[in-house]
């Protein structure tokens, strides 16, 4: 799936012979925003191929990420967690736009302390999500692994590659490490 360039035309771009563009990748999906379908795209793929029923990731409060999941997960037929730093939300989710749209997708949320989030890499961590909720494919905070990378890789399309500077936001460095290995 390709994504629109659009210019962006400012006085000052004008003056200086400056030609700045935008990916436009926030239009893929209304609700899986841009680098999340891309980190999501394999990783759905090889859940339903391994025969994986359920999704779990972790997220914060206004995680992308999170809403990106549950409706991926959602339109892929499948089940979906979400394990959200701040067990204070527990009771408050419902005032909080992307915990109730994930939620209404169908995401179960469980709220845990910052304490206990802070060990989500943890074997023992894992394990107990594995005895709650069972068999899950699980996703990392921010979506960013192997297949999330390799779908990162498909954001350039070949003419993009002409551009003499691309950025990047970052957060946990996996569309930027995508982005990377496509021009490498």
């Not at 891309?38 to 359920?54: C, E, M, P, V």
């Amino acid at each position: 799936m390709q994504t629109e360039n659009q210019k962006v035309n400012l006085p000052l771009l004008t003056e200086k012979k400056v030609s700045l563009f935008i990916k436009r990748e926030d239009k893929i999906h209304p609700l899986i925003s841009g680098n999340k379908y891309r980190k999501l795209k394999y990783n759905i793929r090889k859940a339903k191929i391994a025969q994986y029923g359920t999704l779990l990731t972790f997220g914060g409060a206004f995680s992308n990420h999170i809403l990106a999941t549950a409706c991926a997960a959602h339109e892929n037929k499948l089940k979906s967690i979400g394990i959200i730093r701040g067990e204070e939300l527990a009771y408050k989710w419902m005032d909080n736009p992307t915990l109730s749209k994930a939620r209404e997708l169908g995401m179960r949320l469980k709220f845990v302390s910052r304490s206990d989030y802070r060990n989500k890499h943890s074997q023992e961590f894992i394990a107990q999500l594995k005895t709650e909720y069972g068999h899950f494919y699980l996703l990392p905070e921010g979506g960013t692994n192997d297949l999330a990378i390799k779908g990162c890789e498909e954001i350039l399309r070949e003419e993009d590659k002409d551009f003499n500077v691309v950025c990047c936001s970052v957060g946990t460095g996996g569309t930027l490490a995508g982005i990377i290995n496509s021009v490498s």
